[in-house]
């Protein structure tokens, strides 16, 4: 039945319908919503966008237009994408495709534009928006996501083949951002104990056998997602959504739900303090423990506080670069921060550790701290710590780095050192009880033990990924903490930029 259609209804569809085929016929002449573009061009691609939200808005127009459509041939296309009620997000990802990396990793080396160009397998552009893809899966809506270390490196496709986690297959397309300020727009039929409206926290960034629908291996079934032996068991929908799309869709085992009344800043921060938790309880921190904490960026600053949440009575040392991180160092409670100078003194003296000097630069402290944590995680940092521990001391990694350096790990056997690393987070077994460590990390954050506000420093526009990843890598310029990208609103805010 053809509806009957006042003038002016009429001549809006018209409008919006040669506005939504702008940006697919862009797209088909290879042409994205690249900054590259002159301003007229990607002006006429965000109208287009405007026109689709403004159609899908009203499902009466939606009829409409599908009637005309009908009616012209040369809109069947549209028709059917329209029927489909696809809508396109903005979103940041990766492609993992060997060839496409190692060649813009080679381009990269004569221009940095070339990580940012349309060749390039990092993406910023549209794609359809996720639908809940089945019974227990959840769809969010991200408003703001955090900046990570371990997205700083995929922004950079620092992406080592070598490494062990190439050899592992599990993602063909890497959504950045897990730092997630979100909240439920759909669930599917068999989610019971989250509702629309909800806020939650994302565990989920590598595949498990509970998103892929097998039968759970050891790991995950004991709740170490991470370690999951069996990431090839299935396969994750390919267009799902990350922290820095602005909507995102995972299976309710990847979420966390969070209190009521957490604040933006609480909730941006979780996922960083669970890591921060799970890298503490490696080697519970005990009275009077000497805790060195190598890097005083968000990771270490995070570690920091929760090391004083959980045992105030252990001395912390930090690492710093930056004055700022010194002066954030020591107003989180660290006892003594090591900024510049002759590092391996500074780490004897603050120790009263005996320090040897060999040949060829070589040296080497007996003594040393309980604890190290290294939050940097260069081939240096680590060759360090282990050679500021003190014997049967332990060394956690906690940095994320891909490269595969050379360094002496004679201290391991000559000290008997106690050496071990954290992916993300997991199940904890501490003080008698077996928690997750997003249980513990919403506990201390409840109690007040953590300062989440005053570690946000910057926020862009998702659009403005680039200059956020500028300023995540010259820290040197400003004092430089935890980077927030504003997801929803993104593309209103560039259409407001233009106009
Ligand atoms: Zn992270
Ligand atoms: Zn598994």
Redesign the pocket.
Known sequence: MTPVLDTQTANMITRTMSATVIPRRLESIGFGPSSLLPHPVRLLYYAGLEGNARVFENVGLLDAVSVICNNDAKHSRLHKWLSHKEKRMLSIYVDIIPLKIALTQVSAKISKNAIWSRFSPLKVGFLPEPDVPGPEWVKVRVHSC?L????LHLLKLDINPRSCIAAIPGMERIFLG??LFCEVVETGDAVSDVAVGDRLAYLG?FPNCKALGATPCAPCAEGNYTLCLAPDKGKLPFNRGGGFSEYMIAHRSQWVKLPAGFTEDQALLT??IA?AVHAALKSPPRAGDRVLIIGSGTVGLNLLQVIKALEPEARVTMLARYQAQEEKALGFGAEKVIRGGDLYRAVADDTGARLFCGMMGSRMILGGYDIVHDTVGSGNTFQDALRWVRSRGSVILSG?ELATPKFDFAPVWHQEIHVTGIN?HGQEHAGGVSRTSFDWAIELIQQGKIDTASLISHRFPLKRIRDAVETMTHKRKEPTFKIVMDVSGGVQAEISAIG
């Open positions: 955090g990570c270390g371990s997205d897990h730092e960034f996922e960083p890591v994320v993300c």
